[in-house]
């Protein structure tokens, strides 16, 4: 994905595909959220872009942090494992995180509290 189809797809608005999210603020929401998109058709988390279609951006910190939760939350917190692919994309100078959930083979997906 690149900046230009990231924007076409802020337009359009989150939908079953692609949901927006500001930043994540805790590890529990993010394998939540996975397990959501692993259990139906595969999907998006976009971070770094407000529900709103803003794009606020996110710092190297936070994405550092994203991708190691991103991976914690796919071991550990998931009762099976989901292929889950991350990227990062650099669109109007800001920092955006593409967490692209596959469609699980294995269904259901649990969080592990």
């Known amino acids: 994905m690149n900046c230009e189809t990231l924007k076409k797809i802020i337009l359009q608005g989150e939908d079953h595909i692609f949901k ?3 930043n994540i603020s805790g590890i529990d929401i993010l394998a939540e959220e996975i397990c959501a998109f692993a259990n139906s058709e595969g999907g998006y988390i976009i971070v770094g872009v407000h529900e709103n279609g803003e794009i606020t951006g996110l710092n190297i910190s936070d994405i550092s942090r994203l991708n190691q939760w991103v991976s914690n939350a796919t071991s550990q917190k998931i009762d099976k494992m989901i ?10 100078n800001k920092r ?9 083979r294995n269904k259901p997906y649990t969080v592990i509290q």
Not at 96 to 104: D, Q, T
């Open 20 to 22: 927006f999210k500001e």
């Open 83 to 92: 292929p889950v692919l991350t990227h990062e994309l650099i669109c109007d």
């Open 96 to 104: 955006i995180l593409l967490v692209h959930i596959l469609r699980g």
